[in-house]
């Protein structure tokens, strides 16, 4: 049985928002970033903390990779969480099962979500999630 919790994914008032320009090397195209918002990781346990160790990209594809790190406490060995449903800063939610999070054995939690914008999706404030 799937634990239950929640994952927040914030944007909070003092995230720094940017729009990007074109790459002329063809690497993939960044049209809007932000950093230090509000964003939930997993302990070992399957509880939540906050951390504002957040940056996000939204690429000109539509497509949005967001990576939060903070830190709890570990229990001796790594501890993973994947394709839980993450709230995702510019392209609302995800449930992309390629969504994971690494706690390592002393604690650090590593998330990554994978977001696709569609017509309606931009979340523009705090996002809930069930994993």
């Known amino acids: 049985m799937k634990k239950l919790a929640l994952l927040v994914a914030m944007v909070a008032s003092v995230a720094a928002v940017s729009v990007g320009v074109a790459s002329a090397t063809g690497d993939p195209t960044v049209v809007a970033s932000a950093d230090g918002f509000a964003c939930g990781v997993f302990t070992a346990d399957g509880g939540i903390i906050v951390t504002t160790n957040s940056h996000s990209d939204l690429y000109l594809n ?9 830190e709890g406490a570990g229990k001796g060995s790594p501890t993973y969480f994947n394709g839980f449903l993450c709230g995702m ?8 099962a390629l969504n994971k999070d690494k706690v390592s054995r002393l604690g650090q939690s590593q998330l990554w979500c994978y977001g696709q914008a569609s017509g309606d999706a931009a979340s523009g404030g705090p996002a809930g999630a069930i994993g």
């Open 62 to 70: 539509g497509k949005e990779v967001l990576h939060c790190i903070g």
């Open 89 to 96: 800063v510019f392209t609302g939610l995800s449930d992309s």
